[in-house]
């Protein structure tokens, strides 16, 4: 199937747009679904307060974990927060095997004030089961994600650091763990949530990065799980990633994997493109593409700004030709993690070209971590208190 850019539906009016903008219950009521057992504490406050300096992505983990398991049998049971730790699990779990899983990624911001926050959870709840369901994993109640970040994160508040541009990371996820090795979807799924204390992502922080597009491999296929938050389209990252560690580049850019022209995304972040008269644009969502909650949230407040998006079919051929021309005067990444990343350099078979524009980029950066860390207004209600 084919789109024009006609047809394609605005990222303000998708499923996961609509889900996030259905008000979530205040945390006081959703609190307890996920009840804490064992210690309140595990680590000391020393060895916390170790833990919270210089933090980098995804190495340090805090106290607790969230977790409840689903069976064909009985549904969703056994909410739980207890100890972070190690989780066994059958050699035979499906997951190990087969890939069968999902997963998310959402943080908890701490204002001034000391409360702490999230962004637009309801989007991440309605898309993990968006993968879910692509995955034939169980779908899990949206208002119980929810509740797993404001247990584990109530448990854990101290956990969640206080510097410029950090965070408490949160990584739901969610797999098959039935210990059979025939192939169907498993009847067993685990689902957990862990959290890690995080600095910036790209420890240059706004530092523009270099990208690798590569030509070779593609991360998604039409009717494949693109859409799909799962390791599966991780893996397949890996290897160009390490054509890309091999070019001196930071990250890599796929191309669809049909006409094998067209830009598609990072390995996990969206991309936008400005044009020197303003317009700013995004591949349009084609079903390789995962939607981020992210590129989301920049279209509508680049739209609301006055700002012409469109997202749209874009080559690589013409991306190269106009920022050669100097049609194009930025690109950049974006994704939770990373927020909002200037692309310096593209490189790739054939060509080597620097971008040098950053000025929309560091707007767009500024006003959405404003609104995140609560030093902006948030007209949008996008963000939730937890604790
Ligand atoms: C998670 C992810 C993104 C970014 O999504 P956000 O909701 O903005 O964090 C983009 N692309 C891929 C492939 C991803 O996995």
New binding site residues.
Partial sequence: MTETAASVTSSLETPLARAAAVPVPQADELAGRFPLTGPARIASDAERAQALTDLHFGHVFSDHMAHARWTRQEGWGGHEVRPYGEISLSPAAAVLHYGQEVFE?IKAYRHADGSIWTFRPRYNAARMNVSARRLALPEMPEEDFIASLVDLVRADADWVPEGDGESLYLRPFMFASEAFLGVHAAGVVDYYLIASPSGAYFTHGLQPISIWVSQNYHRAGRGGTGFA?TGG?YASSLLPQQEADAQGCDQVCFLDDVTEKNLE?L????IMVVDADGTVRTPHLTGTI?E????SAIIRLLTDAGRRVVEDTITLEGLLADIESGKVSEVFA????AVVVPLGHLKGEGFDVRIEGQEVTHQIHDRLTGIQYGRLEDPYNWMYRLA
């Avoid at 390995?267 to 969206?270: E, F, K, L, Q, S």
């Avoid at 974006?334 to 993690?337: F, L, M, N, S």
């Fill in positions: 990624g938050k389209n995304e390995g996990g972040m969206n995962l981020g909650n992210t590129r974006c994704g939770t993690a």
